[in-house]
C-alpha cells in the first residue's frame, strides 16, 4: 500500500489578494494564508481604546493616524496589523485626495495584541519582518500576562503592568506627548 501525502497549495501573493476578504481576515507569507485570531473582550477593548488615545494626541496636528485592523500589503507579504500607526506624510491618498484603501509600505509603527489562541511566535515573527521592511516600532501587549513587548533598534524591552515603578512606554519618535505605562493600557480592561 502506498500512501501520499498532499502537498499544501502555493498561492501568489496577486491570487490572494484577488480572494475577497474573509472574517477575521487572513494574512498572506511565502505562498501561505493565514488566518488571524478572532478578537476576544480583552483584546477588543485595548484595541478600540488604545487607536483612540493615539489619535486623541496625533490626529489634530498631522503628526500620524492609528488605524485598526488595516492590510497592509509589502514586501511580498500582506499584513492585517491590530493598530497600524502611520505618520501623516505617509499616508496613501487616492485622486480624490482621501486616505487610500491601499497600503502598500509597513506601518511606521505596529502594534500587536496577543489573543489567547495565537502564537507568540508567529505575532513576534510578523513585527521583526516589518522592522525590517522599514517600520520604527514594534509593539506585543500581552492581556494574559499584562506585558508590553517593545521591538526597536535590533533590541527588545519588556514591560509589565506589576511593575512597582511604571515608567512611560517608548513609542514612536515624534509622539513622545503620548505618555503611556502598561499598567495604563491594562487598567483599561476594568470596565
Keep these: 500500500m502506498v500512501t501520499t501525502i498532499e502537498k499544501p497549495q502555493i498561492l501568489s501573493l496577486e491570487a490572494f489578494l484577488a480572494l475577497p476578504e ?3 481576515a487572513s494574512e498572506y507569507a511565502n505562498g501561505f494564508i493565514t488566518p488571524k485570531a478572532m478578537p476576544k473582550g480583552k483584546h477588543s ?3 478600540t481604546r488604545f487607536a483612540r488615545t493615539i489619535d486623541q494626541v496625533t490626529e489634530e496636528p498631522k503628526i500620524a493616524l492609528a488605524l485598526t485592523e488595516l492590510r497592509c500589503t509589502f514586501a511580498g507579504r500582506s499584513i492585517v496589523a491590530d ?3 502611520i505618520r501623516w ?4 491618498l487616492d485622486p480624490d485626495g482621501e486616505i ?3 497600503f502598500s509600505h509597513a506601518p511606521d509603527w505596529i502594534i500587536e495584541i496577543l489573543s489567547p489562541d495565537q ?3 508567529l ?3 510578523k513585527i521583526l519582518f516589518c522592522l525590517s521592511q522599514g517600520s520604527e516600532i514594534g509593539w506585543l501587549l500581552d492581556p494574559a500576562t499584562k506585558s508590553v513587548m517593545i521591538f526597536q533598534n535590533g533590541s527588545t524591552q519588556i514591560y509589565f503592568a ?3 515603578n511604571p515608567q512611560p512606554l517608548t513609542v514612536l519618535t515624534g509622539l513622545e506627548n503620548l505618555q503611556i505605562t502598561a499598567q495604563d493600557i491594562f487598567a483599561w480592561l476594568k470596565v
Design 100 to 102: 487610500s484603501n491601499q
Design 22 to 24: 474573509t472574517q477575521p
Design 45 to 47: 477593548r485595548i484595541q
Design 123 to 125: 505575532v513576534i515573527e
Design 162 to 164: 506589576t511593575a512597582e
Design 89 to 92: 506624510q505617509n499616508l496613501p
Design 83 to 85: 493598530i497600524a500607526v
Design 119 to 121: 502564537s507568540p511566535v
